[in-house]
């Protein structure tokens, strides 16, 4: 089991670090992988770390910088790798070229629509 978890991590960062170097994966690009058998583990982890990645950025600019979030996401609600695909594709469909943004360009993008902040939210 270790060694699946292993080879999933290693296909992982092939996958974020994508074959050229410095390419990041677009949105039309995870939307494939999802769908495929082996991709919905390589979406969780990229979706979930890229998400809680701008939660610790928010609590960064609000706590130590005293400026707004970039989202105001209820504190109280911890999104899936299920939801943020949904979110993910229904904004692909509604704006296509959302697609060919970078997954951590158009997953703000979409939390920000999502979760918008009030002009004091700080």
């Not at 992988?33 to 919905?40: F, Q, R, W």
Request: charged share 15%; aromatic share 4%.
């Amino acid at each position: 089991m270790r060694n699946h978890h292993l080879i999933g991590l290693a296909a992982c960062i092939g996958f974020i670090g994508g074959p050229a170097a410095g390419a990041e994966e677009t949105v039309k690009t995870l939307l494939q992988t999802v769908d495929e058998p082996a991709g919905h583990e390589l979406v969780a982890v990229l979706l979930l770390g890229t998400s809680k990645g701008f939660l610790q950025a928010n609590t960064y600019l609000v706590q130590a910088r005293n400026e707004s979030p970039l989202y105001c996401q209820p504190p109280q609600l911890e999104l899936t790798e299920d939801q943020l695909v949904s979110m993910l594709r229904q904004a692909a469909a509604a704006d296509p070229p959302l697609g060919d943004k970078t997954v951590p360009d158009a997953l703000l993008t979409v939390l920000q629509k999502t979760f918008p902040c009030n002009a004091n939210a700080k």
